[in-house]
């Protein structure tokens, strides 16, 4: 008995030891070794990684909270955020529908709000979820319905101040020999954004027709490039192994340079070739030489705004961005952005399973600032 119970303590033993050995064998450099931090020496998730890749052929997922498997390789977001697939899989409800029409009266409030303040146009552009342009990648018991939550929202705000992508992406993919969206990732890619861009400078042009916007060619595709796999293969822990591809698209041919900026401190945080923004969490100005409009333009976004910001700082000579949800969110920075910075135009972009979050749906709160004594 008792040598039965010192083989289990050695063997345990020895087991808490391969992994820190595994872990400092598996590390890129001996400067990327943490040779004091539990948190380095006894991390699993290269038994993750493994367990994830044998899975992965099987079309099994090791997270399907945040991962499901589709087809022929393409992945999908799961319901971990926004409850994407459950909500697109049902059909509208009475809730979805009266949730559109409370963000539709909010948009025309902000809209005659921002228009007391200067702005002369005020759009949100749906960046589409992949299930709703590519559903025929997706498992059988994963399909979106239609009409879903989304045709609600749009019922309730109509195409006026909303823009609604998915007829010409849908349309578009059937034209193009690459895809729109990364198999392996939650976003469109750059041929994808630049057909979302076009059909928004072509609904925009007809309340702004001053505004001049990128010639047809610098949508087209320049060349196609390997990458690793995106943020669903992360989730899964399986960059590196699953690999995707880059179309690359013509954007480079407008000579352009930009310098971001941090809006409050004023620090230069870039300056070079115009390359594409993550979503940021304060606010970040981004000036360009060379843009086709000398114009000011507030961009409250997410990440499908990074493949669009490129096109974005090509088109207006200062745009002014920060996440949406750190502008919309109560004691946001929305109305003070706008008082402060006095933009020409206001644009919002926000990925489909977001595009309903109530804090669209509030009203531009009255904004009260000193002003010497007064």
Same mark, same amino acid.
Do not use: C
């Given at each position: ?9 050695? #063997?345990?033993?020895?087991? *808490? ?8 064998? =598996? ?23 493994? @367990? =994830? ?58 809209? #005659?709000? *921002? ?30 319905? &239609? ?9 309730? +705000? ?10 010409? &992406? ?43 916007? $990128? $010639? ?15 943020? &669903? ?20 041919? *407008?000579?352009?340079? @930009? ?51 490129? &096109?974005? #700082?090509? +088109? ?13 969110? $109560? ?44």
């Amino acid at each position: 008995m008792k040598r039965s119970v010192v083989r289990f303590l050695l #063997a345990a033993l020895s087991s *808490l030891l391969v992994v820190p050995v595994i872990n400092i064998l =598996a590390a890129p450099n001996l400067d990327t070794i943490k040779w004091t931090e539990k948190a380095f020496l006894f991390n699993m998730d290269f038994a993750s990684r493994l @367990t =994830a890749r044998l899975l992965y052929p099987l079309g099994i997922s090791t997270d399907p909270k945040q991962v499901i498997l589709g087809r022929e390789g393409w992945i999908y977001l799961g319901d971990q955020y926004e409850q994407t697939l459950s909500v697109d899989r049902r059909p509208p409800s009475k809730a979805d529908f009266a949730r559109g029409q409370e963000i539709g009266h909010a948009a025309m409030a902000l809209d #005659a709000f *921002l228009a007391s303040r200067g702005v002369k146009l005020f759009r949100v552009v749906i960046g589409p979820n992949k299930g709703s342009i590519y559903p025929e990648y997706l498992p059988d018991w994963a399909k979106p319905s &239609l009409p879903n939550a989304t045709d609600a929202l749009l019922a309730g +705000t109509g195409t006026v101040f909303y823009v609604d992508l998915r007829g010409p &992406l849908l349309a578009a993919k059937t034209d193009q020999n690459e895809p729109l969206y990364y198999k392996t990732d939650t976003h469109w890619n750059y041929l994808g954004a630049g057909v979302a861009f076009r059909t928004f400078a072509q609904q925009v042009s007809l309340a702004a027709p001053e505004i001049k916007w $990128p $010639p047809a060619t610098v949508y087209q595709l320049a060349r196609v490039d390997s990458r690793d796999g995106g943020d &669903l293969a992360e989730f899964l822990r399986l960059t590196a192994h699953l690999s995707d591809r880059e179309p690359v698209i013509n954007t480079a041919s *407008l000579s352009i340079e @930009t310098k971001e900026s941090d809006f409050d401190t004023k620090q230069v945080l870039y300056q070079g070739a115009n390359k594409a923004v993550l979503p940021p969490t304060k606010p970040l100005l981004v000036q360009s030489v060379g843009a086709l409009n000398d114009k000011r333009v507030l961009w409250l976004r997410d990440s499908f705004g990074t493949a669009l910001s490129p &096109l974005m #700082a090509a +088109t207006f000579s200062e745009v002014l961005q920060l996440h949406w949800a750190e502008a919309m969110q $109560p004691g946001g920075r929305f109305i003070q952005l706008v008082e402060d910075w006095k933009p020409e135009y206001v644009f919002v972009t926000v990925v489909e399973r977001a595009s309903r979050n109530p804090w669209f749906a509030a009203y531009p709160a009255t904004v009260v600032a000193p002003k010497g004594d007064r």
